[in-house]
């Protein structure tokens, strides 16, 4: 097989700050696609996609052609596209580079995906704090329209597609996929009850397709270049490219595009993001966004491919490619205290375990990180967790609770050392710092009251 | 249809019913805060959980549909655990002020907590605080911290009321349930979020520390306010009448009714109640007894004869409406109608007919009949007399200066007016609608029993047995002694009513026979 070129996705990407014009999109084999899209059936370009195996890059790595199959036909209703590009998930930036760096291919994807699935529309729910990216995107779409791409004659075809840009508004909810798409009905992002799927009933009631940004585009990729060549990177679990962000404790915070099966964990830290920081040991790594299980400097953990199954069988899950890396002196109770205030805070409260719990299971946290904890709290803490949620568990409307049960029970599976000791030495290595700083600055005011 | 197992017990249901709708039909009542059966599911409050065969977790009965050869089990060691642990978080921030909450009694959280909860909590932080006293209306007050978050009042006014008053603010365990934009609540419905809201987070500003629930008597009975009637429970305490709220009947008012029928009670108790019988004397009404003043009723009928004009209230029961006829019939008098009565109009229950008994008046004949006069012109028709039964006419000061000119007038009612106090000549004490036995023939034409929730007071009769010795005269043995027996006769008599009985109408009523009665009906 020949080597894969790479980046794929990323190819003839400006840099980070500039956007992928029209005409460099179009000098790049952009549109290309479409004009072969065109020329095929719907279901061909379906089937296309059925026949790569891409799985959706937005965390649960669902097939996206299977998900595609799942329109039902003739409903007399409108089919709608919904590309989700919130990107609210903590150690997650990855789908910012495919909206501020080459818009085009995800509006070139978007076309092509609602030619597949028999849509006229696609809305891009873009989070409220890209505000860079909203405005490639729509830069973008402009320019697509007044070249002939997007509108009531796409390319002359007599087929009529338009792309909407959606503002998201700063809730880490509306990155679930229902309530994305409470949020473009201009409700409160409020996830919906399955059944009914969207894909049966979905926006405004009708059939809609939801698909992560980089799964969207891929499909370009698929249609110009064909399955078999898509295929050359990845494996069968896991094929095609990942784009990965790599924050935290590293030399070199990156964002890389990888072949997951050639990939290691331990080379995406080590190689592309330089390594631990201060010339720090690795004691922690979240590799899939904060929602994923926490791993431990083990090899058994980190020399594994990044694939979706190689990372669940090490203990975790791929999910959105965000890789967080602690160093040693990372406290894990203190990591755990800023995960449960995201989730705790974010919480759409709907549901009564995952409104009530994430509250306590932060209060837990806080406790035992601000040194009140008793030894039986961490005990506790596992244990509610397990009544708020978990890894499948489907005791809420979606998985936003689950979510923050994994990090959880995984900090105290991994890292109960440093809870017990938190419990024992009157507090986290972090609050113990910080006391003595405040306590210092009174003892200084208290001198200096006295004279 | 999918036949399934529910504890053991086979079921068979039709296509698309859940498994909480499919385990009532056995009887079996699982544990329900955000369902309600006539709003759209919600499915968050978590706490029907039950255990399905075949599944790996946990299901919401209230949004998993029946399938064939499905096992479910309601009471498993799973199904329970996973109830109580939600049961846990639901209660771990509430304020637990059962002692000072109207709820209490009737509210669904003392009531799951009970069956299916842990007597103690793990919880062991301050609780997160929230309003208390938010006034959402003159009607209407909220407690955000009683507040499970169920959105049940969210939807009925989404998607009941038609009026998306409410909403829900913040985030997580800050939500707040609000009235929009900061506003009150005007949706004339918005009482019934108090019924459906299954805490006490949603209190009634009429009904508020009035009574603990479990004091109250309740009276099936029906509302009075206009010609839906719309099925109540009725609440009284220490003969006094504290509430109405609406009761279940899928062919009226299915769980709801509007907020100015649901205070119509207070009329019970209004301060201008009659509770004598009079009879002018000297030109001032003087209290008399019953004996002196139903006399003095049967000669002024009798002298009037053919020329009375008799005003039937359509408020009357349809028990009362037709002894009032029979009168008017035994007078021979053609001139007999009834009184309009205005209200609020929707597409939801108010009809815009403010007499609950409209069609039963019509079914009983109450209309001017050949050369009769009626409300419109019994005032040039040179009467002799006239009997009001359950109505004045204090809004038509024309008409009460024609009564005031007319030899006799009876003036039967349940409170004080002026074309009494002006132009009665007896006046006999009667009862209000929350206060009698009878029955009412809907806008449908659906018949309904009423029932008497509080005594009458002071010396008034029911309007049935006034109507029923005035009938009777002389003849001691056919006065009524029963309304029940009063309906059997008029049953006999009308086709529209025949075979039923009181009995019969139950709580949920009968629709009137088709005009040609069905053969051999029983
Ligand atoms: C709390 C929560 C937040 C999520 N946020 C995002 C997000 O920001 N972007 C995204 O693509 N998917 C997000 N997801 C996953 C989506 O629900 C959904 O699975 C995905 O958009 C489907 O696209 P895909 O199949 O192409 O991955 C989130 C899920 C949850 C539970
Ligand atoms: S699990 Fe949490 S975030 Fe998801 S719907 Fe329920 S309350 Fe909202
Ligand atoms: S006020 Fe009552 S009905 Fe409304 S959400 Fe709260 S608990 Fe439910
Ligand atoms: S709609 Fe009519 S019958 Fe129903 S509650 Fe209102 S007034 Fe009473
Ligand atoms: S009753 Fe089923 S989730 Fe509330």
New interface residues.
Partial sequence: MSAVEFPRLLKGAPPIGKRQTLAEYEANGGYQALKKGLAQTPDEITKMVLDTGLRGRGGAGFPAGRKWTFVPKNTGKPVYLAVNGDESEPGCFKDRQIIERVPHLLVEGAILACRAIGANTAYVYIRGEYPIGIRCMEEAVDEARAAGYLGDNVMGSGWKCDVWIHSGAGAYICGEETGMLSSIEGGRGYPRIKPPFPAVEGLWRSPTIINNVETIANVPLIVRDGVADWKSSGDADTPGTRLVGVSGHVNRPCHIEIDPAKTTLREIIFDHAGGIWKGRHLKAVIPGGSSVPVLPNKPEALDVPFTYGAVKNAGSLAGAAGVIVMDETTCMVDALLNLMEFYHHESCGQCTPCREGTGWLEKLVHRIWAGQGRMEDVDLLDRVADTVGGAGAGKTICFLADSAVMPTKSFIKHFRADFEAAVRGGGSPVYLARKARIDRKHASHAVGAAH | MPKLTIDGRSVEVPKGTTIIQAARQLGTDVPHYCWHPGLS???????C?VEVEGM?????AC?T?CSDNMVVRTASDKAKR?RA??M???L??HPLDCPICDQAGECKLQEYSFRIGNDRS??D?PK?HKPKHVKFSDKVMFDAERC??C?RCVRFMDEIAKSDEL??S??????EISVKRGGELESPYQMNIIDVCPVGALTSQDFRFKSRVWFLESTHTVCSGCSRGCNVTAGARWNKMLRLIPRENAAVNKWWMCDEGRLTYTDVAAADRLGAPMVRKDGRLVEVSWDEALAAAAKGLAAAGDDLFALISARLTNEEIWLASKLCDALGTPHRDTKPRAFGKDDLLRTGDGNPNSAGARILGVAPGKGGAGLANFASQNLAGAALFGEDLDDRPEAIAALQKLAFVLVVDSRESETMRKAAHVVLPGLTAYEKDGSFTNVTGRVQRIAPCVRSPGDAWPDWKILGWLVAGNDRGARPKTCAEVFARMAAAVPEFSGMTHGMLGTAGLDVRSAAPAQGSV
């Fill in positions: 599911i919600a499915g968050n409050c978590r706490i959980l790996p977790t946990l299901q919401i949004n549909q996973g642990d939600v846990e978080l639901l771990i921030n793990r919880f932080f997160v499970i978050l959105t909403d829900i913040n985030r997580g365990d800050r939500n």
